[in-house]
């Protein structure tokens, strides 16, 4: 059989939306026979091997795909176009008006107008010239019918596992971005009857709240039959999947399904502190759909019993059994929002207990953070907290601790030396002893993103009954990120699940954490910083109470240092001044350090600062009386040249403002007066003026 012409395709034009070509998710194709038609068969770039919608290793960057494309110009081998392949990884959604443009004018059919109209987003003409592509931002819900005929034409919807062919020939009159229409989508496929039936409803099964901790949960799951399998999804290891996010999702949801008794906002809760967290959960169409197929068909959970100690079994598929008592510890959870209310007068008589660990500094039970560029001296600032706290010595000999508490510093910057060095010459700075019990020292810091190290941590802080603990520096807990290969310091959606796991870590087992956060780089000295100036996005959004520091100086090496101190909190608390640290030099044989601290509050610096001033004017003003008074005694013998304003001010070298005051302050002092002698002013003529005498001695 003769085969049909084969098909012409555009070239691909300039007008395919940013968002699209920084996507890797590109591949070339070219016309082939089968069945005796013209087919568009897609190939991966730069390799010649036939590419899979369903599998993202095939795909390449844009730049791969169109440089392939242009190499292979007026080669037997050329390429006919470049695909977009759709991935449930991203919100892009396609949709496909076939036959939608009339040949006859040119122009979109009605019923492809209305459709492109609502959707009102970024649409190109494809490759036939006879229809067209519209791509919004956007999920089919699932269950959707994906397919329609309309009159003259016919309608596809796409959001994974299928290709675009792209031609970058912008329709026309539409916009030239892609645009967010998820409800209109909805509207969309609600008219043309294609949104998926409501499934019946079935009664749900009572299942018996799993009331263990989060961190019970994960150190039992941790150390079951597939443990190690629950460890590396937690972690955010997809490798298992081949790197596919939303069945690593799936995989992660069914095992905490299984341990939670199917509690679905537990679920979710959990799911947030894991390492496969991204901003993607956020997407409440992917939330749900995720943790529904997650659940679907499952008929066994864990069920704790309340008379043999024993729960029931997981199914072979994951998971792995575990005594109930292991589990039951802590009061049952609610399974669903069910927050408690007060009624006004209920609000008001309430009782919420507060307590300062460090009085107008640290309020007990909230996330505090200490931050500062380097050389701004955060580790040594917080030595002297944790000695303050463990023995209830005021913090910078200036701030109260109403009591002593169990604290302990994991400090992995310095080293256990230096460390030691520090703790031992404040210590002796503040009169404390070596043998405090309150206090404890370390130098490795746990890996926030590790769940075992969180709730090693937890049992840590649990048997040592520790009410702070301070992890310095804030950057190596978060060296392995929220995932290695994609954890960016700037995104707060994989920084803030980091932050939210150490501070419930803690605050769980009655501890309260302190962070130290450097810096951004380059703050400038003369100014102090605020919340928003510490590295790590979500570091401003978590922290409840902040002691921030700036040098107010350059470092010169001297051992001394000044320093802006600013103390803040959501207890109210507040304190804005000028820190002095004296260290001193170290000598060769390591001693010679020390620390001696002068602070004082932005008003004490202002009144001080005032009577420096005052100071600093009265022996400018005792000076310019000498002088004037000098000059009075010189001038006055002479009764042709008495000693009057005029004559006196340009002797003295100082403003005549200046020579007035001291005039007055001299004649106000009692023992000089002011007189009105006769002087000749020529011709004969005489002038009375006025002329300023030291006082005759009686």
């Known amino acids: 059989m003769i085969a049909p012409p084969k098909p012409t395709a555009p070239v691909p034009g300039a007008d395919i939306p940013a968002p699209l070509l920084a996507l890797k998710q590109w591949v070339v194709w070219r016309y082939e026979i089968r069945d005796d038609e013209w087919t568009k ?51 892009f959604c396609g949709i496909d008006l076939d036959d939608s443009i009339d040949p006859q004018t040119g122009e979109l059919r009605p019923w492809a107008k209305r459709l492109a109209d609502m959707l009102d987003s970024y649409t190109e003409i494809s490759p036939s010239d006879e229809g067209v592509k519209i791509w919004i931002h956007g999920r089919l819900p699932e269950g959707c019918r994906k397919r329609r005929p309309v009159e003259n034409g016919g309608i596809e919807f796409y959001d994974s596992k299928r290709y675009f062919t792209v031609t970058g020939q912008r329709l026309p009159g539409t916009k030239a971005t892609v645009e967010d229409r ?29 009331t263990a901790s989060d961190a019970e949960i994960l150190q039992v799951t941790m150390r079951a039959k597939d443990g190690e399998k629950f460890k590396r999804l937690w972690e955010g290891d997809t490798s298992a999947y081949s790197g596919d996010d939303s069945r690593a ?42 943790i529904n197929k997650a659940l679907e068909g499952r008929t066994e959970f864990y069920q704790p019993h309340s008379g043999n100690g024993q729960g029931t079994k997981p199914p ?14 802590n009061p049952p959870k609610p399974a669903s929002y069910t927050p408690k209310l007060f009624t006004d007068a ?15 500094v640290l309020a007990k039970g909230q996330l505090a953070v200490c931050g500062g560029p380097k050389k701004s001296l955060k580790t040594s600032v917080l030595v002297d907290l944790v000695l303050s706290l463990g023995t209830g010595t005021p913090f910078l000999d200036r701030f109260d ?49 590790n769940a075992l190290h969180l709730v090693d941590l937890a049992a840590l802080l649990k048997h040592h009954q520790v009410e702070v603990a301070v992890f310095d520096p804030l950057y190596l807990c978060l060296l392995s990120g929220a995932d290695p290969d994609k954890a960016e310091a700037s995104n707060y959606y994989q920084m803030g699940p980091l932050f939210q796991r150490i501070s419930k870590t803690c605050l769980e087992v009655g501890c309260t954490p302190i962070l130290a956060p450097h810096a951004k780089k380059h703050q400038a000295t003369e100014r102090p910083i605020d919340l928003d100036d510490l590295a790590f996005a979500g570091v401003a959004e978590f922290a409840r109470q902040w002691i921030l520091l700036n ?48 602070i004082e509050s932005a008003i004490e610096v202002k009144a001080s600062r005032q009577a420096e001033r005052d100071q600093q004017q009265a022996e400018q003003d005792h000076a310019d009386d000498i002088e004037v008074a000098g000059l009075i005694d010189r001038l006055s013998p002479d009764p042709a040249t008495p000693p009057t304003l005029n004559r006196l001010n340009p002797l003295t070298g100082i403003s005549r403002p200046r020579t007035i005051r001291a005039l007055q302050r001299l004649i106000d002092g009692g023992d000089f007066c002011r007189k009105h002698p006769e002087v000749a002013c020529g011709r004969g003529r005489k002038q009375v003026v006025e002329a300023y005498y030291r006082k005759e001695q009686k």
């Open 316 to 329: 072979a598929r994951g998971g792995s059994s575990a005594p109930a008592h292991e589990l039951e510890t």
């Open 182 to 210: 998820q409800e209109q989508l909805n509207q969309v496929l609600q008219s043309l009857n294609m949104m998926p039936k409501p499934k019946e409803e079935q009664s749900p099964r009572t299942l018996t709240p799993v």
């Open 346 to 360: 209920e609000f008001v008589a309430a009782q919420f207990p507060r307590e300062w660990l460090v009085k107008r």
């Open 249 to 290: 999702d799936l995989a992660l949801c069914g095992m905490l399904g299984f341990w939670t008794g199917g509690d679905r906002s537990r679920i979710d809760v959990m799911f947030r502190q894991s390492g496969l967290y991204r901003s993607k959960w956020e997407r409440e169409d992917y939330r749900n759909r995720t």
């Open 551 to 598: 040098r107010r100086e350059e470092y010169r090496g001297d051992g001394k240092h000044s320093l802006h101190l600013s103390i803040g909190g959501s207890a109210g608390q507040s304190f804005f001044g000028r820190l002095g640290i004296e260290e001193g030099e170290l000598k060769e044989d390591f001693s010679g350090r020390e620390w001696h601290i002068s």
């Open 401 to 449: 601790v109403p009591k002593p508490v169990r604290v302990i510093m994991l400090s992995g910057e310095s080293g256990e030396a230096t460390l030691q060095e520090t703790r031992n010459r404040i210590a002796r700075a503040k009169g404390i002893a070596s043998n405090s019990p309150n206090i404890f020292w370390g130098a490795e810091l746990p890996q926030l993103s």
């Open 41 to 91: 068969v897609p190939y991966t770039p730069g390799t010649g091997q036939r590419s899979n919608s369903s599998d993202s290793t095939t795909w390449r960057s844009y730049t791969e795909a169109a440089n392939d494309y242009d190499a292979n110009l007026n080669k037997p081998c050329a390429f006919d176009g470049i695909r977009f392949a759709f991935s449930a990884e991203d919100d």
